[in-house]
């Protein structure tokens, strides 16, 4: 199974939203709703911040959102924080394995 | 609270094999639907899924690694052992091990291993 497809950088201004969209194929993102997002910092784990497609986890910033339209689901982060910057990957599961995309680099400009 | 913790050698030797384990607290691998995977990040790099074990004992493997992995839980212990046979130095990573629900897919991780491959 592929690696799912993200931009390889998105930056942003303090405040502003920027989307980082993650493109599979019909076998996974397309098919399912098992879709979830991950914000990883520096020398840290991945945390999920979204899953389902665009539920945020108990507590977590609604400055986050996901979407999907298709084989193309993405997320939204508003009013950028300087503690947004990180790497952000998408996830997907199928009836038989999980994949994720190749991350994207947030930077806050 | 879930808490996740991976431990094993950090250097391995170039076609030795790899076992690591993953030890948590805060929930049962024998409730229904609960599975503990592993994903693996090389320097630098994006993550991999490499395994996955559910509750009722089924397991999946990441389709490019299959032929090297093997994975198994010790539901008494809290414990899930995973093996990578013949290390390479290109297996040089962090390898982290994460609860599992379909629904979050992996919603908890450990801080994770780093494992240098090397001779």
């Known amino acids: 199974q592929s690696a799912l497809t993200q931009p390889a950088s998105v930056s942003g201004s303090p405040g502003q939203s920027i989307t980082i969209s993650c493109t599979g194929a019909s076998g996974d993102v397309g098919d399912y709703t098992y879709v979830s997002w991950y914000q990883q910092h520096p020398g840290k784990a991945p945390k999920l911040i979204i899953y389902g497609v665009s539920n945020r986890p108990s507590g977590f910033s609604n400055r986050f959102s996901g979407s999907k339209s298709g084989n193309t689901a993405s997320l939204t982060i508003s009013g950028l924080q300087a503690e947004d910057e990180a790497d952000y990957y998408c996830g997907s599961y199928t009836s038989s394995s999980a994949v994720f995309g190749g991350g994207t680099k947030l930077t806050v400009l | 609270q879930i808490t996740l913790k991976e431990s094993g050698p950090t250097l391995v030797k170039p076609t030795q094999t790899l076992t690591l384990t993953c030890t948590f607290s805060g929930f049962s691998l024998s409730t229904s639907g609960v599975g503990v995977g592993w994903i693996r990040q090389p320097p630098g790099k994006a993550l991999e899924w490499l395994a996955l074990?559910?509750?009722?004992?089924?397991?999946r493997y990441s389709p490019s690694l299959k032929t090297r992995l093997t994975i198994t839980k010790d539901t008494s212990k809290n414990q899930v052992v995973l093996t990578m046979t013949n290390m390479d130095p290109v297996d040089t990573a962090t390898y982290f091990c994460?609860?599992?629900?379909?629904?979050?897919?992996?919603?908890?991780w450990g801080q994770g291993t780093l494992v240098t491959v090397s001779s």
């Open positions: 074990i559910y509750w009722d004992d089924d397991e």
């Open positions: 994460a609860h599992h629900m379909i629904t979050s897919i992996f919603d908890s």
